[in-house]
């Protein structure tokens, strides 16, 4: 029987909470491990679904991996066989994709299943295929599995890759791919968050040479890439979640191993709504009370504007604040159903279009058994349930563990009143 979350809300948040490894940041660099024969360390793990699972796709292909503390791991591919690649296990998260640029800069040819991941709109793959064909690279389709195909022939030469969106995971593809290619490669169009500068630092660990500018890099790589020691940086996405959290539920907490460098936007967007915020230090955000906070408009922007993965929590606190707020998510068509089941609480929200939507608060949620229909969808549900007064259950607790660790037991030492059953 799937797990959910039974929460009893209407009490505030307060406290301390810290924030753990970045999830994004995880998957490009597991992914990287492939493209050496020699070990690399990765430190500040999450202990999270879709890392488990990117982990034991590495194991199920012959990797060799060991756990060297509690958040601490060791993966050596000297040995892996990309015929074992589980296409069962690939099925159930997008981040899978990112095994493909490392595979097709290791081994002349591969096949794989369609990654699977949050149904939050069409999200098509023609971006990362059209890219590695312009990388030389050759990608076929038969039913629902791929072949992906090179030649030394054809990867020869200086590129110039132009992708057709600004898509992290393509993005990060292609320098994962480029990074083993003996030659010069200039990626343009490319998307420049938290997660694909940490993969360009590791992959500069490694020994490509990487230059960045305006959503562009250069990047000349080498044939023999070497291991890598990495720290994961603390996840930006799980930071604003707790603080938006806190806001929400009109509680003081103090939010620890906050990367605010990647934040500035929302922080500053805070500041202007009127929330009340403190900074103990550079790595830390104190949120206290903010009665007179208004959220006029939010609109999710490729870095360094604001995250997609924070708009949904910006729509439960937009149903605790006075007047009208705009939610506009451009970028995923699927991203705002969530405030369908914030109706349901008893928000008043007005859809415009699949892009668009009008919150109109304040207004008091009661608990209801809602879905949790993605990731980022439910962690804005289970804020609702803390909002909210009465029980509200949440069901599919596995879709918010792909992305928060241990996040009911967390969010108990704030004082939430909040079990998984």
Known sequence: ???????????????????????????????????????????????IEDVLKMISILEKMGAKVEWVEEKKIKIQCENINPAKISNDLLGHFRGAVLLWGALLARFDKFQSAAPGGCVIGARPLDTHFDAFMQMGANVAQRGKIFYFSKSPESIKGEREVALDEFSVTAT?????????LPQRTVLKIADQDYQVQELAKVLKKMGAKIKTG???????????????????????????????????????VLVKN???????????????????????DEKSVK?????????????????PGMHTDLQPVFGVLSTQTKGA?????????????????????????????????????????HGVEIPS?????????????????????????YQVDRGYEKIEERLQKLGADIRRI
């Open 214 to 252: 305006l959503h562009e890099f250069e990047i000349q790589g080498v044939e023999n890439l070497k291991g890598f020691n990495h720290s994961l940086i603390a996840d930006p996405i799980e930071a604003g979640t707790f603080i938006l959290a806190a806001l929400a539920t009109r509680g003081e």
């Open 172 to 180: 990060e593809n292609i320098l994962l791919f480029a990074s083993s």
């Open 287 to 303: 949120v206290l009370p903010s009665p007179k906070l208004v959220v006029d408009k939010i609109q999710s922007m490729p870095y």
């Open 373 to 397: 229909l993605d990731l980022r969808a439910g962690a804005s549900l289970i804020i609702a349930g803390l909002v909210a007064q009465g029980t509200t259950t949440i069901n599919n607790a």
């Open 325 to 365: 707020t705009l939610i506009h998510d451009p970028l995923y068509e699927g991203r705002l159903k969530y405030l369908e089941e914030l109706n349901k609480m008893g928000a008043d929200i007005i859809f415009c279009d699949p892009h668009r939507a009008i919150v109109n608060g304040p207004t008091h949620l």
């Open 1 to 47: 029987m799937a797990e959910k979350f039974v929460i009893n809300g209407g009490k505030k948040l307060e406290g301390t909470i810290e924030v753990m490894g970045s999830k994004n940041s995880a998957l490009p660099i597991l992914a990287a491990t492939i493209l050496t024969k020699e070990p690399c360390i990765i430190s500040n793990v999450p202990l």
């Open 258 to 280: 906050v990367e605010r460098n990647y934040l500035s936007l929302f922080l500053k967007k805070l500041k202007a709504f009127g929330a009340n915020l403190e900074f103990p």
